[in-house]
């Protein structure tokens, strides 16, 4: 199918998110939109699967134009559309859920769920989706329920597939495979397009590249274009994505943790056995696959977490057994990877959001009583200083947009001396602008001698900021290894096995095949 | 309670002064369209509706209008009577019925702020009451100490009651709405076997009332003899400017609404949320507790089972009314005072039934709690978004799968 947007606007009242854009997809292509977050790419494909009726423009389908009053007519015109956060329900099977808004009847409204289980079997076996048409859906990984989302467009006979952030909830290995599929997709003709902001994948699988910024469309690049190039199309400004970092060995060991195990609620270890060493002035990162023991790690340390055991001693001082506050007045700084939960207050203004754990000190306030004045000097001090883009200190923290809300985060652990600085997942959900900003800061306080633990999921970041990478897999430490290891190796620890077994079998790897590693890029944009 | 679905408590609070004032012209108008409706002039008058429907408009029209009037004689001003002090005497009545509700309102709203829905300050009431009658007929003691000792045993009373939800809640996560409800039903009958018994009874009375409390444990008349008007209201004054500076100013405050607004960041930020879950029912069981006082040493004098009238129940419309917010407080509790006042006259004036006064009540609360509701009765239309938000999941969910083809 060819696709052509002709000049789509849409208007929400006075603010314009998308403006004037043109777009074509020739058919058996990927056609990649690259855009920051609030650029206006889901509000386009929204408009172009009938979600939202277009203020101005056309819709031409195969030269022919079309109007699409609901997702139902865009689909009857053959266009899919895979959502970021799955269209699913989770209690019914994978037959149910393909079924679903399609669903054929024998008579008298007895589901007939024969012909969609051979459909479903037909399209998995033609592109090894290894999918069980009764399977539930909420027992499948989440790699698995995306195919099941494309499958659900496929049955439909869908010629053109939205993808939308595809890869935002895969494994680096889930991944690669939706490359894989996208590969075969486009061989048998079907038109894609690819939403993202990971210039990487974009690099990899794009044939046409356009880039939107504010709701305009500021260029077309070539998937050959240099990743500084397509960053600085995005953003809107020249972005040095290397931080031209020097790697540093740190000096004294500063936090030891020993054996560190915590128990679920149920009963199960999600920690199991963990030691760590973190010397000044050097940043650990700790990698993994989300839900590894990644979160129970820092919440351990910041007294978070019922049932630990083992050893956590900063500076020689025991911390286990500690209050949360006690641990943030020793002097650690924490930013907490689920922002809006643990990170700041929305209902609270930014002033009082950047003295949230220390509203009871000294200069804060005295003898019980905040004191309005320096609350508001330091927030104004603070916005200038972290660049958070707000008109008033008095607006709440929900306000704000998630980098915005991850400054006023990182400003409020940066007023304090820090003997200890843990940043969990600090750029996940945050623009490209900001994320070098962070990413900058960061290695600011690495440098003032501050040992740092930087835990994330993406490869990149891990690359980026580890002077170390540890890499925690069901609980345990598959091993620790040096931040310049390869992200073959840093995967398949990843997936369960040792630093040993990953160095050997990814030799192995580079053996049979002459192909060179791609170019590594820093930071989450990647 | 997750960010993306406020809870209810949430969703009051969200909701604008603008809206508080525009449930209470809602309410106050279907209220009298129900006392036009239950007028017999008016339900006469439809009887020949079509040969003169302005007649019937006329008689509804003076029902509400002269029920709303008497209303108001019998709360703010009597313009109606001959001397001056019965002219002003309504409004310290109203003052007077708004005392014990004031407290036990701060302290339903504080307990709002730290996110929890207090329904017990009937029985926090109840407790303070009987720490105060006890106190005032034992003990026999100079005038101002006496009284002293009077309204903090009210605010002990008051604070054990709230402080052992608050303990329950923390220690083991149980609901605070069960536990306070609970309690509540448990301070009454406590109070009604402790009538029966030589503790709090009357001796020589068969009657379930308390000894009459000593006059040096009486808050003093502010008007003289004439007027009921107490001391009281000016210590619930004073409280409310405290708990003002409690919630805006002090750290204590500070974690109060932090834990309130998002309990996981305030633990992430050190705030021990345990203490603060525990003294934010202290706080708001002490308050109510003071209400107890207010009620038996400021008008009635001696104890019944009926003490807490509805002042508790009264007290969440209040809490709510007043956006949790001290100062709205305030002026909440005055317009139900207001209510008690006037519903009175209103009912030996013209004779429509008193329960038109816990209707409009009621009615506040419905339009309070549907803010969309007001909103488009008033034709204000739903606050400006700068962007759209994305449809709901669900509804998406349903578009996707082609359901609205």
Redesign the interface.
């Given at each position: 199918m060819k696709l052509e947007l002709k000049g789509i606007t849409k208007a929400?009242?006075g603010?314009v998110?998308n403006d004037s854009i043109d777009l074509v997809v020739d058919e058996g292509k990927v056609h990649t939109l690259l855009g920051e977050n609030g650029a206006g790419k889901?509000t386009l494909m929204?408009v172009l699967?009938g979600?939202y009726e277009p203020t101005e423009g056309e819709i031409l389908v195969d030269g022919k134009p079309v109007h699409f009053r609901?997702?139902?007519?865009a689909?009857a015109a053959g266009i899919g559309?895979v959502?970021q956060?799955f269209?699913?329900?989770p209690v019914f099977t994978v037959a149910e859920n393909v079924a679903?808004?399609?669903e054929r009847t024998k008579g008298a409204g007895i589901l007939d769920l024969e012909k969609t289980r051979k459909a479903i079997r037909e399209i998995s076996d033609q592109y090894g989706f290894h999918v069980d048409p009764d399977a539930l859906v909420e027992d499948l990984p989440v790699g698995v329920q995306q195919r099941v989302e494309i499958i659900k467009a496929l049955v439909r006979k869908a010629d053109l597939l939205i993808l939308d952030e595809p890869t935002a909830v895969l494994t680096p290995k889930e991944t690669d495979e939706l490359m894989d599929i996208i590969r075969q997709l486009k061989g048998d003709g079907t038109s894609i397009i690819f939403i993202s902001h990971k210039l990487r994948e974009v690099k990899a699988i794009s044939d046409e590249i356009t880039v939107i910024r504010r709701g305009k469309v500021v260029g077309t690049a070539d998937p050959s274009a240099d990743a500084m190039e397509l960053a600085s199309l995005m953003v809107g400004r020249s972005v040095d994505l290397s931080l031209g970092r020097q790697h540093s060995d740190g000096t004294d060991v500063a936090l030891e943790i020993r054996d560190l195990t915590v128990i679920d609620s149920l009963g199960v270890p999600t920690l199991d056995h963990v030691s760590l060493d973190v010397r000044k002035g050097e940043i650990l990162a700790v990698a993994g696959v989300q839900g590894n023991g990644q979160t129970e790690l820092v919440e351990a340390v910041?007294g978070?977490t019922d049932h630990t055991t083992g050893s956590i001693r900063l500076d020689g001082v025991e911390l286990l057994g500690r209050?949360?506050?006690?641990?943030?007045?020793s002097g650690v700084g924490?930013v907490?990877e689920?922002r809006?939960?643990?990170?700041?207050?929305?209902?609270?203004t930014i002033a009082?959001n950047l003295i949230?754990?220390r509203?009871?000190r000294h200069p804060v306030?005295r003898g019980?009583?905040?004191q309005?004045a320096f609350i508001a000097e330091n927030a104004e001090a603070k916005i200038g200083e972290f660049d958070i883009r707000t008109q008033s200190a008095l607006h709440t923290a929900s306000q704000l947009s998630g980098g915005n809300q991850q400054k006023v985060v990182l400003a409020r652990e940066f007023s304090r001396e820090l003997n200890l600085f843990i940043a969990s997942q600090p750029t996940r959900g945050v623009d490209v602008g900001s994320i070098e900003f962070l990413h900058r800061r960061i290695l600011a306080e690495r440098d003032k001698d501050v040992p740092v633990i930087v835990v994330s999921t993406e490869l990149d970041e891990v690359a980026e900021l580890g002077d170390r990478i540890a890499v925690l897999f069901h609980g345990k430490v598959m091993g620790i290894v040096p931040g310049n290891t390869s992200r073959d190796v840093l995967g398949l620890m990843m997936a369960g096995s040792t630093a040993e077994e990953a160095l050997a079998e990814a030799d192995a790897a580079r053996l049979a095949t002459t192909e060179n590693d791609e170019p590594q890029l820093p930071g989450g944009i990647a | 309670m997750?960010?993306e679905t406020p809870s209810f408590i949430?969703r009051l609070?969200a909701s604008g002064a603008v809206v508080s004032v525009l449930a209470i012209v809602a309410a106050f108008i279907v209220g009298g369209i129900l006392i036009a409706a239950t007028d017999e002039k008016t339900t006469s008058a439809t009887t020949y509706f079509f040969a003169r429907p302005l007649d019937t408009l006329a008689a509804a029209w003076n029902a509400a209008a002269n029920s709303y009037a008497a209303m108001f004689r019998g709360a703010v001003f009597n313009y109606d009577a001959s001397t001056f002090t019965a002219m002003i005497k309504p409004l310290t009545e109203t003052l007077t019925y708004a005392t014990p509700l004031l407290t036990a309102s701060l302290g339903v709203a504080v307990a709002f702020r730290a996110g929890l829905f207090n329904i017990g300050a009937q029985g926090q009431l109840i407790l303070g009451a009987m720490f105060a009658t006890w106190i005032g007929f034992t003990l026999d003691l100079a005038w101002p100490v006496h009284l002293l000792l009077v309204i903090l045993g009210s605010i002990l009373g008051g604070a054990l009651w709230g402080g052992l939800v608050g303990w329950i809640k923390a220690r083991t996560g149980a609901h605070e709405v069960i536990l306070t409800i609970m309690l509540n039903y448990v301070a009454l009958n406590l109070l009604a076997y402790l009538l029966n018994t030589p503790v709090l009874q009357r001796p020589g009375s068969t009657n379930p009332v308390s000894p009459q409390v000593n006059g040096s444990a009486m808050y003093p008349e502010l008007l003289g003899d004439e007027f009921r008007l107490h001391l009281g209201f000016l210590v619930a004054v004073a409280a409310t400017a405290l708990v003002w500076w409690l919630m805006n100013?002090?750290?204590?405050g500070?974690?109060i609404?932090?834990v309130g607004?998002?309990r996981?960041?305030?633990?992430?930020?050190?705030?021990?949320t345990f203490k603060v879950t525990v003294l934010a029912m202290v706080i708001a069981g002490a308050l109510a507790g003071m209400a107890g006082a207010a009620q038996v040493n400021g008008t009635e004098r001696f104890l019944t089972e009926s003490v807490a009238a509805s002042i508790g129940f009264d007290a969440i419309t209040v809490a709510l009314l007043g956006r949790s917010n001290p100062i709205g407080v305030f002026f909440a509790a005055l317009l139900f005072g207001a209510f008690r006042a006037g519903g009175v006259t209103m009912q030996v004036a013209t004779g429509t039934p008193i329960d038109i006064v816990l209707v409009v009540q009621s009615l506040i609360v419905l339009f309070i709690a549907a803010p969309p509701l007001v909103r488009s009765i008033f034709g204000l239309g739903q606050r400006?978004k700068?962007?759209?938000r994305?449809?709901g999941?669900d509804a998406?969910?349903?578009?996707?799968?082609?359901?609205?083809?």
């Open positions: 929400f009242g603010f998110a889901s929204n699967y979600l609901g997702p139902g007519d689909m559309m959502h956060h269209m699913l329900v679903l808004g399609d910041m978070l209050s949360t506050k006690q641990i943030v007045n924490y907490p689920d809006s939960t643990d990170g700041v207050i929305g209902d609270f009082d949230l754990n509203y009871d306030a019980g009583s905040l309005p | 997750s960010p949430d609070r100013r002090s750290t204590l500070f974690e609404k932090a607004s998002n996981h960041a305030a633990r992430t930020a050190g705030i021990n400006k700068r962007k759209p994305t449809p999941r998406a969910v349903a578009a996707t799968a082609g359901g609205d083809k």
